[in-house]
């Protein structure tokens, strides 16, 4: 019987956990890309079943993912704003009339406002058809779709891991972006200390003097704690300008300017059919190099290391790839018949489910089970009195 | 009380007036399909498609007025589709029952019709008013643009620019209007085909250059023989056989000695498109929804447990 002693010892990065996965916060940017190309084979799909079967994996995803930080409790407010967006297109459809043809079925009818013969063009109110309402909320169900993925990432990403990731030459604005952040759960926090500190002093908790007696001394905590995260960042060496030189900086600059002129070329090629061939993806391509070049030159003044960065390991693997599989599948048309990818509602037909993007979209359900569980809130610390006054 | 009532009434007033005026509308639906032989040169408005973006060929109908283009394209067999931003009124696929089995074109494959089509490739609308030899781009939508009798409303597929300068359709209104003075072959036998062949172009008339089509696929069906002027390598010439209408504009996009124009006299034949009963439409199985119904509840449950677990830690 071999001793315990001459098993071989569990390796570092798998410590036994009884069959349980370590919790841990996965990359920032594996739940990005993940969102991002949801989002992306969303952009792909008019098939309401499609679009409710995304939100509902998104759901499920952010239920079983999430942290208990504040910026983790926000996704039933993307919610209330995808209602909000089908509710607009509703209405701005059934305002700004688009016709109804005998074939449709009639609904309701807006009092029309008459319009001058040189105004023709443009219908408000007159009858409203099912079809144009059911379009308009598929319509409005696909932005409100996009609208979740963005907020799905924003729920499990941390955002300020997320900015450590901006490359060299944009540190400085990562700072500037994570700095402000912080603010406002500061403001939030140093309400409530102030608020409590006049309750215990019996002063009033309620009216306009307690407004100014909670704003006077908010604001000017809110300025001697900037000033002291100043003078910490300047005794930590920020705002140093490292070895650049003036010319080294004009070049990179001159980079940048001419990269991003590039890219705002490239992108009107590309989208307008229009455009010569050659402002399409040469331009891009080229505005593309000389971004890259350019923040590769800014980024060599910046020394920098990062304090414990984030692991990049199988599961951020898995979490980004599941998601843009997702989009490769809905945009690579194959297995499925295009046209189910956004049935028409003229004339009324029922929507059909095609299962291979129906299977696609599953899959990146999957991220909510192919990453680490998230870290457990740590419990609030029972204080000795308190336990006293409890027994 | 009776105050309440009459602001009611009041209130309810514009409705009742939008109704009337819905209903109003649903009674000029009186226009009807009518077969070709029914349009004059002073009755009647001809509609013209041209499929030859597909290999199919220029069809050609008739109908009464008063009506809308819509109208005139969505009867008698003819279909449109709008598109999921802007509704019925954008037409973005045009089929007729009697052209392979009412498929609607551009097929999904080339536009899914989610969005505005753009400007490159889209149905564009052309009108000829009676005794004109001209095409006027429309100013209007199919729902607004009312065709006058005699006239000649024409959809092609292509691209334009905002001034209708670029992309004129290739055939001209003379080729496509009705000739006769008076109605003739009123009574079709209901056994006979719903289309037929329509007699060539007058000699001397030059069909024009095709469009700018990237892909401009032969009429497979092509029976008729090429008009003998069809072969004249100058296609910008005008149509020299109305007396007294003005001469198109040769269209500035087309130099006139690309092989493209050349090869013009593959321009789609036209084809007289009976009055037809609309195509078949299948609304399909709700099986799909319930089982998606059921995907979505199943995962919320497993949100759900999830949650509740999370609770419990």
């Known amino acids: 019987m071999p001793s315990p002693l001459t098993r071989p010892p569990l390796s ?29 084979a969303v952009s792909r799909t008019n098939n309401p079943l499609l679009l409710f079967l995304v939100i509902a994996v998104l759901g499920y995803v952010v239920t079983a993912r999430r942290t208990e930080a504040p910026w983790a409790r926000g996704f039933k407010y993307y919610l209330y704003l995808a209602l909000v967006v089908v509710a607009i297109r509703v209405v701005f459809r059934a305002v700004f009339a688009t016709g109804i043809t005998p074939n449709d079925h009639f609904l309701f009818a807006l009092p029309r406002v008459p319009t001058p013969d040189w105004y023709a063009g443009i219908e408000i109110g007159g009858p409203v058809s099912l079809e144009a309402v059911l379009s308009a909320a598929t319509d409005g169900l696909r932005i409100a779709c996009m609208l979740c993925c963005i907020g799905a990432a924003n729920t499990l990403a941390n955002p300020k891991r997320a900015l450590r990731v901006l490359p060299g030459a944009l540190y400085e604005l990562g700072v500037a972006v994570t700095v402000s952040l912080s603010v406002a759960p500061q403001l939030v926090q140093s309400v409530q200390r102030v608020h409590r500190a006049r309750r215990l002093r019996a002063a009033r908790t309620k009216g ?7 704003v006077v001394p908010v604001l000017e905590d809110a300025l001697e704690r900037s000033l002291r995260l100043a003078a910490a960042m300047d005794s930590r060496g920020y705002g140093r300008a490292g070895t650049a030189t003036r010319n080294s900086r004009r070049i990179t600059g001159a980079l940048m300017l001419s990269g991003m002129c590039g890219l705002c070329a490239g992108a009107y090629g590309l989208l307008d059919a229009t455009a010569p061939r050659i402002l399409g993806l040469p331009a891009m391509a080229a505005g593309a190099v000389l971004c890259v070049a350019g923040l590769r030159l800014g980024g060599r003044r910046v020394t920098r290391t990062t304090y414990r960065p984030d692991p990049w390991r199988f599961d951020e693997w898995a979490v980004a790839g599941c998601g843009v599989l997702s989009a490769v599948v809905l945009f690579g048309n194959a297995g499925f018949n295009a046209a189910e990818l956004n049935p028409s509602l003229y004339p009324l037909s029922w929507p059909t489910l095609p299962p291979v993007p129906a299977a696609a979209i599953l899959l990146a359900g999957a991220a909510g089970f ?11 610390t029972v204080t000795p009195q308190r336990t006293e006054a409890a027994t | 009380m009776s105050g309440s009532v009459t602001r009611a009434a009041h209130a309810l007033a514009p409705l009742g007036m939008a109704i009337a005026l819905l209903g109003g509308s649903a009674t000029t639906a009186s226009a009807a399909p009518q077969p070709m032989g029914q349009c004059t040169t002073s009755s009647g408005a001809v509609l013209a498609v041209d499929f030859s973006k597909w290999g199919g060929p220029i069809y050609r109908s008739c109908g009464t007025t008063p009506t809308t283009g819509y109208e005139l394209l969505n ?21 007729y029952s009697g052209h392979r089995g009412g498929k609607q074109f551009p097929p999904p494959e080339q536009d899914d019709c989610v969005l505005t089509p753009p400007a490159s490739a889209y149905w564009s609308y052309w009108h000829a008013d009676a005794g004109e030899n001209t095409w006027e781009y429309s100013q209007l939508g199919a729902m607004l643009y009312k065709p006058k009798p005699g006239s000649v409303d024409l959809w092609i597929f292509g691209g334009t620019d905002i001034e209708g300068t670029r992309g004129r359709p290739a055939v001209t209104p003379d080729q496509l209007r009705a000739r006769n003075t008076q109605p003739t072959g009123g009574g079709r036998p209901a056994g006979s085909k719903p289309t037929r062949q329509v007699q060539p172009p007058p000699p001397g008339v030059d069909t024009g250059p095709a469009p700018t089509r990237t892909r401009t696929v032969p009429a497979p069906t ?14 910008a010439s005008v149509s020299p056989s109305p007396p007294a209408s003005p001469a198109p504009p040769p269209s500035p996009s087309i130099p006139a000695t690309s092989p493209a124009a050349v090869a013009a006299p593959s321009s789609a034949k036209v084809v007289d498109a009976a009055p037809a009963a609309d195509a078949e439409h299948d609304s399909g199985s709700f099986v799909p929804v319930v089982a998606a119904g059921g995907l979505v509840v199943v995962i919320g449950a497993a949100a759900a447990v999830a949650a509740k677990r999370r609770r419990a830690e």
Do not use: E, N, V
């Open chain 1, 12 to 40: 570092a990065s798998q410590p036994d956990t009884g069959g349980r996965r370590l919790p841990r916060t996965l990359h920032p940017m594996a739940w990005w890309i993940w969102a991002l190309a949801l989002a992306t």
């Open chain 1, 208 to 214: 306009l003097d307690a407004l100014r007696g909670i």
């Open chain 1, 370 to 380: 192919l990453s680490p569980p998230p870290q457990a809130p740590t419990p609030p």
């Open chain 2, 75 to 95: 009867q008698g067999g003819w279909r449109t589709t709008g598109t999921g931003h802007d509704g019925p009124a954008f037409i973005c696929r045009i089929g």
């Open chain 2, 222 to 235: 092509r029976k008729a023989p090429p008009s003998p002027s069809a072969t004249t390598p100058a296609p």
